[in-house]
């Protein structure tokens, strides 16, 4: 049986006095892909920001290999470097060139040898393909390039949990495809991740159980298959519906205005 | 062409002096200004309510004691500290007073020019520092004052301008620079000319200033394409 990486209790988090979510329990196992999905303001994104403690928690209790995960914990800044986080709009440090970037935590937050983390950064740079952009700023990057290197920001910490926040949210759709590559190489490899995302073919392929929040709180949580083909509650199916598009009267009605147009 | 004064002044050296010590107190001042205003601006901004080290009743003491001294005239200000130089530096007329006098007229004024300066940097870019674990100490060395930089190299040309104008009120506690010769000689004396050489100067001066502060400020832009 795998070990129980996050262990989520009776999560309560709210924002003045309006509750954004009200009893989430759940508890991620190592190697295992989680993706989370749902409508939007349905509280997935402040999800994945309380466990990295981004935000504060007004009840309930979120564990990291037993280890509380709290904004007040004395542990914080340990905790927060073995949980990686993805942000939807990068949030790459503008002044420093894509190694800069992914280089910063580990050199100074973990103390490891520059060269040590330099070459296991370039190593997946060109695992991403990006070995000819190490030496750019991020301005001079695309979406998705961006995107891939806040990745392997993330990765070079070697956290583990990694937590994806609708990373593909803010790109263009055929830079979505890259972006999700790369995370279901991440999946191949036995990562532990939490994702967070509106693309649901992607969600159905790569994780091992979807949970559906809605309104504050866990509706579902399933295997993917089961969630797409017979999802149980009446809310999972109106959710998916919203992903299909089906016209009325397809092509031209006949005897319609149409019949001239040649 | 020019008046029989001005001749005098430039054969004595007496304008060329002028000019290296609104220079000297301009510079002088702005460095210890900043050694005291940077800390000042980065504590104002990390303990603010949406800071990364959220104090709300020592940002407010501190913003009060700040706009204290920032909303008093500079001249009314520099007769009040009078007894500060003096105990400062051991005097309290001439140039070493005139540069006590700038660094607390301008100290709490480059706080917030830093502050603000720092409140433009990404609150996005700050959490995914601190999502890898980052402490304040890191967040500010390593994120908030680069992020800032082009930002703050502006401020600092302001500032510095800011200051070169103060130090033109040198001559009021027996300093002096351009702005005491422009005032005794050319003023109280009739000699127009001295009095426009002095402005053409400090023009030239601030020009420097902010030519120079503008390019360095570009060059450590790396937000968009040069």
Partial sequence: MAENILTIEHLTKRFGDQTVLQDVSFTVQEGEVIVIVGPSGCGKSTLLRCINALEEIQGGEIRLRGELVRKDAKKLQEIRQRIGMVFQSYELFPHLTVLDNILLAPVRVQKRPKEEVREEALALLARVGLTEKADSFPRQLSGGQKQRVAIVRALCMHPEIMLFDEVTAALDPEMVREVLDVLLGLADQGKTMLIVTHEMQFARAVADRIIFLDDGGIKEEDPPEQFFEAPKTERAKEFLKSFTYTRKNKGRSPGGKNENIT | ?226
């Fill in chain 2, 1 to 226: 062409m020019f008046s029989e004064m001005f001749m005098k002044l430039w054969e004595n050296g007496l304008i060329q002096m002028g000019i290296w010590e609104t220079i000297y107190m301009t510079v002088l001042s702005t460095a210890i200004s900043y050694c005291i205003g940077l800390p000042l601006g980065v504590v104002l901004q990390i303990t603010d309510r949406e800071g990364i080290c959220p104090l709300p009743v020592f940002n407010r003491i501190l913003g009060l004691i700040v706009n204290f001294f920032r909303s008093i005239p500079f001249i009314i200000l520099m007769v009040a500290m009078l007894p500060v130089a003096k105990w400062i530096v051991g005097v309290s007329l001439g140039n070493r007073a005139m540069i006590v006098m700038l660094v607390i007229a301008s100290s709490p004024y480059i706080a917030r020019m830093v502050e603000s300066s720092l409140k433009e940097v990404d609150a996005g870019v700050i959490e995914a520092a601190q999502s890898m674990g980052t402490d304040n100490y890191q967040i500010v060395r390593k994120v908030l004052l680069p992020e800032a930089k082009p930002s703050l190299i502006n401020g600092a040309v302001i500032s510095m301008v800011t200051i070169l104008g103060y130090s033109a009120m040198a001559a009021t506690i027996g300093g002096t620079g351009l702005g005491q010769i422009a005032i005794s000689y050319g003023h109280q004396r009739f000699n127009p000319d001295v009095t426009w050489c002095c402005v053409f100067l400090t023009v030239i001066i601030v020009h420097i200033i902010q030519e120079v502060g503008s390019r360095i400020a570009q060059k450590t832009d790396k937000r968009y394409r040069a």
